[in-house]
């Protein structure tokens, strides 16, 4: 390492502020020795602390972290709450009693939503949703805001826009609209959306800025652009895009993309704990939300299909169970370890 600490500086913007910061607070002193000066030098373990300390900043890099999105939702949860009560009590009133799918003995639902297979369709609702949260309930002292992301300065139509843009927050099926139409065109899968909203977040973490009525077309515009070039093996080209977005240049998404990269720091790695985490928020939102995936029988193809990849895992991890139980009886050879089933109450 040679006494550089270059190396040991965290890539977000807020803690290389904050590491610097400490650093500059050292005396330089030209005539001390290495002896002298290396007890001054932090620990790169105290500096790897600082990860996690701050975790709270990098939601899209840590998978502990809570999800900004999330946390965000749940300032609305008291009156979102009473309008998912109204609504249910409506149908109740207009349709008798409410219906609802419960699993027995001789039938099971199952809803067609995987964190490795995701359902297309809700989960781009989940995603519009998440946006919405996000401009809703944005920071109201206001952020940076980046002339590239400006629709005023960088319009996605040809159509005026109007005066007062940047001041009437977009409704949840604008953005469903508008994402939908983006998935659809370029045939992107349910994987890229939760990507794309893993860059959104990573993109407002690092570059301090809000997602705002006036910008959020480009920043969701060029999470997708990145997403599915990262995600999918056959990516879509700028120039596709600008196929769906008839008034919009190759030069313009060709810049999009380039600022978008330089304020993510060119970090485009996902991790799978990560995308486990948006995955699983994302559900539990569409809970909170009243926005449920959709409950099927599991059919008997299904059930062999499960059962298939139940047995494909218990042949590949059955070395690994032996293994272990070798370990666990080598330290007492005087008896045998009894397994004993569990009861389940």
């Known amino acids: 390492m040679g006494g550089t600490i270059s190396c040991c500086v965290s890539a977000s913007p807020k803690l290389r502020r904050n590491t610097h910061s400490r650093l500059e607070s050292y005396p330089q002193d030209s005539e001390l020795g290495r002896e002298e000066t290396g007890c001054n ?90 946006i919405y949260y996000h401009i809703k309930n944005r920071d109201t002292e206001g952020g940076m805001l980046l002339d590239i992301f400006d629709e005023k300065l960088h319009p996605l139509s040809k159509s005026e826009v109007p005066p007062d843009y940047d001041h009437h927050d977009p409704e949840q099926k604008q953005i469903y609209r508008f994402v939908r139409t983006l998935f659809s065109a370029a045939q992107l899968t349910a994987e890229c959306a939760i990507v794309t909203l ?4 990573r993109l407002l973490t690092y570059a ?16 997708i652009l990145l997403a599915s070039k990262v995600w999918d093996d056959q990516a879509v080209w700028n120039v596709d895009y600008c196929q769906i977005l008839k008034d919009i240049t190759v030069e313009d ?6 600022q978008f990269l330089e304020l993510l720091q060119f970090n ?24 449920s995936f959709p409950l099927e029988p599991l059919s008997r193809d299904k059930a062999q299909k499960l059962e298939a990849i139940s047995r494909l895992c ?29 009861i389940l109450s």
């Open 41 to 130: 030098l932090q620990h790169i373990s105290d500096r790897e602390n600082v990860d996690e300390l701050n975790m709270e900043y990098n939601p899209s890099d840590h998978p502990r972290a809570s999800t900004i999105f999330l946390s965000k939702s749940q300032n609305d949860e008291a009156p979102c709450r009473n309008v998912r009560d109204k609504r249910k009590s409506l149908f109740i009133n207009n349709h008798g009693t409410l219906k609802r799918k419960f699993s027995s003995c001789s039938t099971i639902f199952l809803d067609d939503n995987t964190v490795s297979q995701p359902n297309l369709k809700y989960t781009i609702k989940c995603v519009a949703l998440a």
């Open 198 to 201: 893993v860059y959104l977040e």
């Open 208 to 223: 301090e800025i809000d997602i705002c009525p006036g910008n959020w077309k480009r920043i969701v515009l060029g999470a």
């Open 268 to 291: 485009i790695n996902v991790p799978s704990s990560v995308y486990a985490k948006y995955y699983f928020d994302l559900r539990s939102l569409s809970e909170t939300n009243n926005l």
């Open 253 to 258: 998404m060709n810049e999009l993309e380039r």
């Open 314 to 342: 218990d042949d590949r991890y059955k070395d690994v169970r032996r293994a272990a139980r070798k370990r666990s009886a080598s330290t007492d050879n005087l008896c045998g370890i009894r397994w004993v089933p569990a």
